[in-house]
């Protein structure tokens, strides 16, 4: 019985001892994840991903027709229009902003340039009819500056207020705003 009791008793202290042990034992060592630079003086915001969110400037898909206030008397800057009724252009694609402009200048000559190669694509679609005039509608610079970089692209047949209208969808462009 004695014999039992050293048995036991030795199988309860290498109990206790590999409990001690598993408790007591350091962890290894964990790399704590490196910490944020500091900020400076203002982050640049990164571009908007999608019109997706309600944008605080006008901001139209490709497809949608339009009225566009320096071309028709519209209460807004533009809007939309039903595309077998007359309207003054058709949006031909939506843009994003490159980053680093500093100028409210600088945006509208961005809009401008990034613009420019889908009118000219969309113009070769219309197989003549023209001539076909650009307008852009996108950020105002505190826009952009928020991080705000959606524009949108028109295509109208005149550049006179109360010129040519269209009153169809421009060629290639089908009614549900993609290239067909």
């Known amino acids: 019985m004695a014999r039992r009791r050293m048995v036991a008793t030795a199988v309860v202290l290498l109990l206790v001892a590999a409990g001690a042990v598993v408790l007591l034992w350091p962890e290894p060592e964990r790399r704590a994840a490196p910490s944020p630079p500091p900020p400076t003086a203002s982050p640049t915001p990164s571009p908007s991903p999608s019109p997706s969110k309600v944008l605080p400037y006008l901001f139209f898909p490709p497809g949608t027709c339009l009225d566009y206030q320096p071309l028709s008397r519209t209460t807004a800057p533009a809007e939309a229009r039903p595309c077998e009724q007359a309207h003054d252009g058709e949006?031909?694609?939506?843009?994003?902003?490159?980053?680093?402009?500093?100028?409210?200048?600088?945006?509208?000559?961005?809009?401008?340039?990034?613009?420019?190669?889908?009118?000219?694509?969309?113009?070769?679609?219309?197989?003549?009819?023209?001539?076909y005039f650009g307008r852009y509608l996108g950020p105002r610079l505190?826009?952009?500056?928020?991080?705000?970089?959606?524009?949108?692209?028109?295509?109208?047949?005149?550049?006179?207020?109360?010129g040519r209208r269209l009153t169809g969808h421009l060629k290639g462009l089908g009614p549900a705003g993609r290239a067909e």
Not at 92 to 114: F, H, K, N, W, Y
């Open 142 to 162: 505190v826009h952009y500056q928020a991080g705000l970089r959606d524009a949108t692209c028109i295509m109208a047949v005149t550049d006179q207020p109360g």
């Open 91 to 131: 949006v031909v694609a939506d843009i994003v902003l490159p980053e680093g402009l500093t100028g409210e200048t600088a945006v509208q000559q961005a809009m401008t340039a990034a613009c420019e190669p889908h009118l000219v694509e969309w113009e070769s679609r219309q197989g003549g009819g023209g001539p």
